[in-house]
């Protein structure tokens, strides 16, 4: 019989996309402001992996992803999902912009063998959490790189977001490293 452990914080990441560079700020103000400093910020990427978001969101989308300092448990990912819907919700609201959706967030964790993301969807591959959330294994880092499954998005199967991955990895194994904590 195995014995049961805490598991070790995990990096918290966000992905946002939007085609409106002011609802990326304030979504990255929104999350410093509940979750603390971004450690990391990738580079705005050109979201070009599929046009299913475009009847609601519109076209020409850039994506961003930020790694926040404090490290989390990984239980935390169903309020984390739950609280970027409300998120999403409250711009939607705003009237700021025409979209349906001018903003789509996604909360996940990295740790250093793999990245999850979290959602509302199910499918074969996903585990559900609670309160209608799921999450899966996105990529997987082995033999020095990150690997995909039958399953990964398009755009993570992307060279430039796994580099901006494999900073996030870095940076957390130093900190798990240091014992630096939650």
Same mark, same amino acid.
């Given at each position: 019989m195995?014995?049961?452990?805490?598991?070790e914080p995990v990096l918290l990441l966000l992905a946002a996309f939007s085609r409106h560079a002011e609802?990326?700020?304030?979504?990255r103000a929104r !999350? #410093? !402001?509940a979750w603390g400093p971004v450690a990391l910020d990738s #580079?705005?990427?050109a979201f070009e992996a599929t046009d299913y978001y475009e009847p609601t969101m519109g076209p020409g989308l850039v994506k961003r992803f930020w790694a926040f300092e404090r490290l989390i448990d990984p239980a935390a990912l169903v309020d984390l999902k739950l609280?970027?819907?409300?998120w999403e919700a409250d711009y939607a609201r705003s009237g700021n912009h025409a979209d349906e959706r001018p903003l789509n967030l996604d909360p996940g964790y990295l740790t250093p !063998?793999?990245?999850?993301? !979290?959602?509302?969807k199910d499918h074969a591959h996903r585990l559900y959490l609670s309160r209608g959330i799921y999450a899966e294994v996105t990529l997987?880092?082995?033999d020095r790189r990150w690997q995909e499954r039958d399953w990964t998005f398009a755009d993570y199967r992307r060279e430039d977001y796994q580099?901006?991955?494999?900073?996030?990895r870095d940076y957390l194994r130093g900190r798990l490293r240091e014992g630096r904590r939650p």
């Open positions: 195995g014995c049961t452990t805490s598991p609802v990326l700020d304030w979504s !999350a #410093e !402001a #580079e705005p990427f609280q970027t819907n409300q !063998a793999k990245l999850v993301l !979290a959602s509302t997987y880092f082995k580099q901006f991955f494999g900073q996030c």
